[in-house]
């Protein structure tokens, strides 16, 4: 369980945090997104105990597994070395400290890697055995931090597995990522964060109700001209946001266009992201408060 | 009963860093052997000038002051391990785990302590068996010995924690080595520097050291302790200093 409430943490000048709520409980996994800068890493350095809150309260089960954004692991020491002291770390010793280091290598496909200096690994390697240094002592609580970058489809399919695994035995995950069809994949509730706090937290399709996906329609001339002021045409193509795509389409086919191309689109957490999470200087005026998105 | 099981996480953590730190050690032995196997000989070479020079004590003068020299060196090795551990960012990696900050310095000090004690018990054991050197009070000069390895660890934190880089690291090291041994009298008898020198010489952590274990030497308890006590709490100041620093950490968020 990670329960914090009301986290205030400024740097001088700068609010990292500025009322941060967030709740994951026991077996859930909440993949939380936003801006560089909106506060997820000083969040999880919180969570973690590397750094003290100005104000506010975090409470956490047990010590989490913490794999932070930036590589961090001993470069001159084996992966099996790292992985020894990270459990060894957590309690474990003997014969159980072996079996975790090999249970979590092999579903973390590293066992061929095992005797390898980290040093010696390339970057997708080195992330993927610093999620097994986070996971390998089965924490009540994991903290991960983009834990896939790098990482080649197999590898993540594989991570990803295991964070599910962890999950499914009642750790409470936060999983921070950039990549959100990842967060598909967990089958995770979302935690929007921008500007130091959560503004958006809940089940994926609550966050999209409402959201516009779009239709995107080629012609086999140019786009006529009655239908231009309905979207923004991009490479010829007419792209009309819309929230129901195929009505939107039922529309125009009945009102006697005839597309030779037809792309339509369902709102996707890319859409969310850009529209709850892009900081206000990107974001257009309109995108800044979108109707129905459920806010905290 | 849940003491007893509290405190023997506590240790199955403590030893988890203690090999780990050890293996990080030995996976590069050069620094460890060259600065046991080069006192050595730079010993032989140096014993039979001091004892031209110092027809009385030259023996104990070459076998302290090369120690004290060559142990100042090892400073790098106590800096180099908390270093890399900056460089690495392994360090709020460790201290977000469920280890206290006392087990994470015991899991340094001891390595450390462990490589800097094969060191001094190797320079006074060559120093007695091939050079003749006369130890008055082995006891005593454990002691003396021990408190200089206390001070050498505290300091080595300190700059540990403290360098900006391996290169300032490096450099601290050398720089203030050599100023240290020159000023305290380890390479050069105090007695024939100039006025001046002879005059900010207890500056010198290398000074006290090596009166210490010339008292110890020659068996005088009251000298060796007196100086001891002053190693001992230059290391605490210095052990201080480092783990003020160390609690501050050095995530990301400081550079914000």
């Known amino acids: ?296 | 009963m849940f003491d007893r099981r509290r405190r023997g996480r506590r240790l199955i953590r403590i030893g988890a860093l203690v090999r780990h730190n050890l293996g990080l050690l030995v996976r590069e032995p050069g620094p460890l052997v060259s600065r046991i196997v080069v006192p050595l000989l730079l010993m032989s070479l140096m014993a039979p000038l001091y004892r031209a020079a110092m027809p009385d004590g030259g023996t104990a003068a070459a076998v302290t002051g090369v120690g004290v020299t060559f142990s100042l060196l090892a400073l790098s090795i106590v800096g180099t391990s908390i270093l890399s551990e900056r460089t690495w960012h392994t360090w709020d990696r460790l201290r977000a785990t469920a280890a206290h900050p006392a087990e994470l310095l015991a899991g340094k000090a001891v390595p450390a302590v462990a490589v800097l004690a094969v060191q001094q018990a190797a320079l006074f054991t060559y120093g007695s068996w091939i050079l003749g050197l006369r130890i008055a009070h082995p006891a005593l000069l454990a002691t003396a010995a021990g408190a200089w390895i206390l001070a050498l660890l505290g300091l080595g934190a300190a700059i540990g924690t403290l360098a900006p880089s391996h290169g300032a690291l490096s450099a601290a090291c050398d720089l203030g080595s050599v100023l240290t041994t020159c000023l305290g009298g380890a390479l050069v008898p105090l007695a024939v520097l100039p006025g001046w020198a002879r005059a900010v010489a207890p500056v010198s952590p290398g000074y006290w050291a090596v009166t210490a274990m010339r008292a110890a030497l020659s068996g005088e308890p009251g000298t060796t302790l007196r100086h001891g006590a002053v190693l001992v709490g230059l290391g605490l100041a210095a052990g201080a200093l480092a783990c003020w620093r160390i609690s501050r950490g050095w995530g990301r968020s400081r550079l914000l």
């Open chain 1, 1 to 296: 369980m990670i329960v914090a409430e009301q986290l205030v943490k400024r740097y001088g000048p700068v609010t990292a945090l500025d009322g941060f709520d967030l709740t994951v409980a026991p077996g859930e996994i909440v993949g939380l997104i936003g801006h560089n800068g909106a506060g997820k890493t000083t969040f999880a350095e919180i969570v973690a105990g590397l750094v003290r809150p100005d104000a506010g309260r975090v409470e956490v089960t047990g010590t989490p597994g913490l794999s932070p954004q930036e590589p961090a692991l001993y470069l001159p020491a084996t992966v099996r070395q790292n992985l020894r002291l990270f459990a060894g770390l957590a309690g474990l010793h003997g014969r159980r400290l072996r079996a975790a280091v090999d249970e979590i290598a092999t579903a973390l496909r590293v066992t061929g890697l095992l005797d390898r200096p980290v040093g010696t690994l390339s970057g997708g390697q080195r992330r993927r055995v610093q999620a097994a240094t986070a996971m390998v002592q089965r924490p009540a609580a994991l903290l991960l931090d983009e834990p896939t970058v790098g990482a080649d489809p197999a590898s993540r399919e594989a991570l990803l597995q295991v964070v599910r695994d962890r999950a499914g035995d009642g750790a409470a995950v936060c999983y921070t990522t950039h990549y959100l069809p990842e967060l598909d994949d967990l089958d995770a509730t979302l935690a929007v964060a921008a500007r130091g706090r959560v503004i958006a937290r809940g089940p994926r399709a609550r966050l999209l109700d409402g959201l516009p996906g779009h239709v995107a329609v080629r012609f086999a001339g140019p786009v006529p001209a009655a239908l231009r002021e309905q979207g923004t045409v991009i490479d010829g193509e007419l792209h009309i946001p819309t929230t129901d795509p195929a009505a939107t389409l039922g529309a125009l086919l009945r009102d006697g266009h005839s597309p030779t191309g037809v792309d339509m689109r369902k709102p996707t957490l890319d859409d969310l992201y850009h529209v709850l999470a892009v900081p206000p200087a990107v974001a257009s005026p309109a995108a800044a408060s979108p109707a129905g998105v459920p806010h905290v």
